[in-house]
């Protein structure tokens, strides 16, 4: 045992997370492991979650060739206000307390589909996305499309799970203002191989929690995510989460450890990478725009009053995105 590796990486650093089948008609089962996993770590795998590795598969190739264009090709697709659209090679900083860089990864941001004349574009994270042209990309807007309902139907499935785990009804992330009408965003991520050093602030991406409610992540099999158990150690001790073939690796975001009174972690991640090209795509939950997001009857009491001031979905996340992307304008000045 004490020789074992993931990829030449010592056992003692891989992190070993609870796995939940979806398919599990014992569902006390798995409320049980998933109340575990988010007491733990805040992370864990789901499988048999309805959603083939043919599919899946076809979504990594789609994304490949996207992140394969020519940059000039890739540039004219830049994110918008909204957040739709590409973002490149350093636009993102998730922890500048710690690097000297920007992430070393180019992203892909697709949200809930919503035409320009609909009322409800005018919402921070509604609108229409930014599509390649189909001669460019044949195929590729169908594919994303069809990936982000069917993660949608994913974490509404985790998502009933959390809810018996929070000793709610099982519905209550159905509710309309909660993931009946979500903001929810596929983001295909690329890590080009610019191999990250922690001691010199040179991370793939910067150590950060997720915003939302839940994320759903597919890797490649290339190790890179590491995840902190304990963000207040000292020191911070980091594992890695290893790949697991047609599995999504699910973690918690801040407006559950919000929603739950602190009962249940949003962890600490990040990725290193060790020099190879590293290909993941995650699909971020949240409620709708007008969600107030207070703590939960469930998790309160007179000797645990909530630990955190309510909050619209929209303003906090507006925020954060504001705090961690290069402001759009940079991108203006630096063309010919």
């Known amino acids: 045992m004490e020789n074992q590796s993931v990829n030449g990486i010592e056992a003692g650093k891989i992190s070993v997370l609870n796995c939940i089948d979806l398919s599990n008609p014992d569902i006390h089962q798995s409320v049980s492991l998933l109340k575990q996993a988010c007491l733990d770590s805040g992370f864990f795998y789901i499988v048999n979650h309805g959603i083939s590795e043919e599919f899946m598969d076809e979504v990594f190739a789609q994304s490949r060739r996207m992140?394969?264009?020519?940059?000039?090709?890739?540039?004219?697709?830049?994110?918008?206000?909204?957040?739709?659209?590409?973002?490149?090679?350093?636009?993102?900083?998730?922890?500048?307390?710690?690097?000297?860089?920007g992430d070393y990864k180019e992203g892909y941001y697709i949200g809930v589909e919503v035409a320009e004349d609909d009322p409800a574009s005018e919402k921070p994270f509604y609108g229409p996305n930014v599509w390649p042209a189909p001669g460019l990309l044949p195929g590729w807007r169908e594919t994303m499309e069809r990936f982000h309902q069917e993660a949608l139907k994913v974490s509404r499935a985790v998502a009933r799970i959390i809810a018996l785990a929070l000793d709610l009804e099982v519905d209550f992330f159905d509710r309309p203002q909660m993931l009946g009408e979500p903001i929810a965003t596929l983001r295909l991520l690329h890590y080009e191989g610019q191999v990250s050093d922690p001691s010199k602030g040179i991370y793939g991406a910067g150590a950060h929690s997720d915003y939302g409610l839940i994320t759903l992540l597919a890797t490649d099999d290339v190790i890179g995510l590491q995840i902190c158990k304990d963000k207040d150690a000292k020191p911070q001790i980091w594992e890695y989460v290893p790949p697991l073939k047609g599995a999504f690796i699910v973690n918690l975001g801040d407006m559950l450890e919000r929603w739950s009174n602190g009962i249940f972690k949003s962890t600490l991640h990040r990725v290193l990478v060790n020099g190879q090209e590293r290909y993941s795509i995650a699909y971020f939950v949240e409620p709708s725009h007008d969600c107030l997001v207070e703590c939960l009857p469930t998790c309160k009491s007179e000797n645990n009053p909530p630990k955190f001031p309510p909050i619209l979905c929209r303003t906090y996340l507006s925020q954060r995105y504001e705090d961690t992307h290069t402001d759009l304008s940079i991108y203006n000045k630096t063309e010919v």
């Open 67 to 101: 992140f394969g264009l020519p940059l000039s090709d890739k540039m004219k697709l830049l994110r918008n206000e909204k957040h739709r659209g590409y973002t490149p090679v350093l636009d993102e900083i998730l922890d500048p307390e710690n690097q000297v860089h």
